[in-house]
């Protein structure tokens, strides 16, 4: 059973940064394309950047210019540096991964949260 333990959250004030990390098994890194969500209160969570384990990038319209998703195989951890925060940033961010074996994602770890104040 693979485990996803997200951490760095915090409180700082717009135009701030932040850098969350996420630690998991090694062969998630040799296996899986990785993700970080955002769960702002009182919605679902929504992807905001993936990253392919050939090291392929991609962000959602709203972090997009302002996060870097980013993985360190030797670590056995994936990076989200958060740059410009925002309130709308405010929420619990998860990371998760495609499973190589099922082709769904794993399960879902305790996120960690993230609060921006204007």
């Known amino acids: 059973q693979v485990h996803l333990a997200e951490s760095g959250g915090g409180s700082v004030q717009a135009g701030g940064s932040l850098r969350l990390s996420c630690a998991a098994s090694a062969s998630i890194f040799k296996t899986d394309d990785m993700f970080w969500y955002h769960q702002a209160p009182g919605k679902q969570r929504e992807l905001v950047a993936t990253i392919t384990i050939g090291g392929d990038t991609d962000y959602s319209d709203d972090v997009k210019g302002r996060f870097t998703i980013s993985r360190d195989v030797a670590k056995n951890t994936l990076y989200l540096q958060m740059n410009s925060l925002k309130p709308e940033d405010t929420g619990v961010y998860f990371c998760?991964?495609?499973?190589?074996?099922?082709?769904?994602?794993?399960?879902w770890g305790r996120g960690t949260q993230v609060t921006v104040s204007a």
């Open positions: 998760n991964a495609l499973s190589d074996a099922t082709g769904h994602l794993r399960d």
